[in-house]
């Protein structure tokens, strides 16, 4: 298994819904991340997860909840959004120990609108 | 991580070779430079990487210049598939777990 499955592929959800994104794979990768996308933006990382554990969160609002509940998964828990945090989530995984890019495997993403 | 810039936006027609420049005139001596792409609504795909050889794979080829401050993708022979956003970026070896994107070059090609 070579891939990166993102649930679901799309989400509206109003500014006071509490919805989650999940994101597996099952490459034995030990590290995973969540990128957001505006249109016509390039990705932008949110959390990196090296073994389970958070080591990276690029400040972003509490409103978003990363969880690692194990190492083939990754959720990021959503709770009174704003319109403009509507955009593509995007979920990726490599080996945290190889260091180079080639081993990131992106999911296709879950398109949320928030209204 | 050193900064890389690439044209906005290129056209090509199809079947014909694409060339992709990017410039990253700070790069240093153990960073290597990674292309990936992002076809419109999926996530990025890598494409290739390389340090200072010229380098080839099924998707495409990589000239690195002698001085590492500039590279070219080349996609020898574009289909409309190929058409994406187009993404240069240097990292660092056994560095920083970040993959940070620049704007990348939005590539069109044309029947």
């Known amino acids: 298994d070579t891939e990166v499955t993102q649930t679901p592929k799309h989400l509206v959800m109003g500014m006071t819904n509490k919805k989650s994104l999940k994101c597996e794979q099952h490459?034995?990768?030990?590290?995973m991340y969540w990128y957001k996308q505006k249109a016509k933006k390039p990705p932008e990382l949110m959390f990196v997860?090296?073994?389970?554990?958070?080591?990276i969160n690029e400040s972003v609002p509490s409103r978003f909840s990363p969880e690692c509940p194990n190492s083939s998964l990754l959720n990021l828990h959503l709770h009174a959004l704003q319109p403009e945090d509507s955009a593509l989530y995007l979920c990726?995984?490599?080996?945290?120990?190889?260091?180079?890019?080639?081993?990131?495997?992106f999911g296709s993403g879950t398109r949320l609108t928030v209204v | 991580d050193a900064k890389t810039t690439q044209p906005p936006s290129m056209d090509c027609a199809e079947g014909r070779a694409a060339n992709l420049p990017c410039n990253h005139s700070t790069i240093s001596g153990n960073e290597y430079v990674y292309w990936y792409r992002q076809i419109h609504s999926q996530g990025p795909q890598y494409i290739i990487h390389g340090l200072k050889n010229n380098e080839t794979n099924e998707m495409a080829s990589l000239i690195i210049t002698e001085d590492r401050k500039s590279s070219t993708l080349i996609l020898p022979h574009a289909t409309l598939r190929d058409t994406a956003v187009y993404y240069c970026i240097v990292i660092l070896q056994g560095g920083s777990e970040k993959l940070v994107f620049g704007k990348g070059t939005k590539l069109t090609v044309n029947p």
């Open positions: 490459m034995g990768h030990r590290a």
């Open positions: 990726a995984s490599s080996h945290p120990r190889q260091g180079l890019g080639y081993g990131y495997t």
């Open positions: 997860y090296s073994y389970e554990k958070l080591s």
